[in-house]
């Protein structure tokens, strides 16, 4: 007999948000037979930007970090104000082929360096001294229906879901989908074999999610995929990896969600940075490159947006341990075959500082505002319009 306490330890793998959302045909307003894709990565902890995309031509740098500046015979240059961390050479194809925007100095007045406030800030696009709820997507999301070949309006693999909360959406949370789909299996068989009433109403409760592991498992199987195992033996970097590949999947299996959210972990780099944070923009950059080669010859890369974000940048100076603190300003990059590549923002100064950080250029709300609007062809809500949007698509 199935306990309730056994029912509740494996609906718990299965978190779904917005459970009464009715279905209806997708409305976001592309091609319905070729819709978009958003695929968030969250670089969980605070990226240290300035060792990502590389001010070379401002001294200041290398005097701020003696320890820690990329050095010059291992810069990939881009312009006359930026190059690419040597590591990150993955990305060289697609800054050639027209398809990496590089935004610099993203950020927001009186900034926050708490990472549970500031990501607060970045998920519910609110001020500083704001509080939210809902997520930055929930208001626009709202207005795309779903259909037998869509299972949520966003599906997470891994880490926090709160950009992709808020009444009325639906938001599947997963470990990956062969574990989703055996989970939702299970609540079927539970609810097949058992007359007990509270077991029955907490069953239903997950309803959604239970459809939701059906429409992958449709798509699963129909895309052939295998999904990894042992996920929890690898490292944060490797864990990425997998994930991408699941991202991938999901796309080209076409029965998924207009937005996909990714974490990469690991960017709290306050002590002994180099060897950590060199092995992060490694995996970063080969995820970007494995999505492009992937969703290429499935021909979904047109079809795709990729967007990074993090709480925070890290301060122009290290520190005493060999790494860098909280800052506030950093560089994000717009990655897919539709972007219109190229440096979207002022360089910001190392040396014209405000309490020690970079200046910011560009209000992380104008990245939003060009996703929902230019990419996902959704509304904005009058909490964006106020903000400037960047050129995105080519």
């Known amino acids: 007999m199935i306990t309730r306490r056994q029912m509740l330890k494996l609906s718990a793998g299965l978190s779904v948000a917005g459970l009464s959302m009715p ?39 290398y005097a701020a970090r003696p320890s820690l500046a990329i050095p010059k015979d291992q810069h990939i240059i881009l312009s006359p104000q930026l190059a690419l961390n040597g590591v990150m050479s993955p990305l060289e194809n697609l800054w050639a082929a027209g398809e990496l925007a590089i935004i610099p100095g993203v950020g927001y ?56 909360m808020g009444e009325g959406l639906k938001t599947l949370v997963m470990r990956n989908q062969a574990s989703f789909i055996r989970e939702s299996k299970q609540l079927d068989k539970i609810l097949a074999s058992t007359e007990n009433p509270t077991l029955r109403h907490l069953i239903n409760v997950h309803k959604d999610a239970r459809r939701g592991g059906e429409v992958l498992r449709m798509g699963f199987e129909n895309a052939k995929k295998e999904a ?32 996909i959210k990714l ?3 690991g960017f709290d780099t306050h002590f002994n940075q180099n060897k950590q944070h060199q092995k992060l923009l490694k995996s970063l950059a080969q995820g970007i490159a494995q999505l492009r080669a992937s ?17 925070f940048g890290r301060r122009v100076g290290e520190n005493g341990s060999q790494g860098t603190d909280h800052g506030t300003a950093a560089t994000h990059f717009m990655v897919g075959g539709k972007v219109a590549g190229g440096i979207k923002s002022v360089v910001p100064s190392v040396t014209d500082l405000v309490d020690k950080d970079l200046q910011y250029h560009q209000d992380f709300r104008a990245l939003y505002a060009s996703v929902t609007e230019q990419w996902l062809g959704l509304p904005l809500s009058s909490h964006y319009q106020r903000y400037k949007q960047i050129p995105l698509l080519s």
């Open 23 to 61: 279905l209806a045909m997708p409305a976001w307003a592309t091609n319905p037979d070729k819709p978009r894709y958003l695929i968030l990565i969250e670089l969980h902890g605070g990226n240290d930007s300035l060792n990502m995309c590389i001010p070379h031509n401002q001294e200041g740098y």
């Open 263 to 265: 974490a990469l972990s």
């Open 109 to 164: 007045p009186e900034p926050n360096r708490s990472h549970f406030r500031s990501i607060e800030i970045w998920d519910t696009a609110s001020n500083s001294d704001e509080y939210l709820s809902d997520g930055w997507l929930s208001e626009s999301l709202k207005q795309v229906m779903l259909d037998e070949h869509l299972a949520a309006h966003g599906i997470v693999i891994g880490r926090n879901p709160a950009p992709l």
């Open 228 to 259: 990894n195992k042992d996920k929890g033996k690898k490292s944060n970097a490797d864990r990425f990896l997998v994930d991408v590949q699941e991202a991938a999947a999901i796309i080209q299996a076409g029965y998924g969600a207009p937005v």
């Open 295 to 311: 969703l290429t010859e499935s021909g979904h890369w047109d079809q795709t947006l990729v967007m990074t974000y993090s709480e």
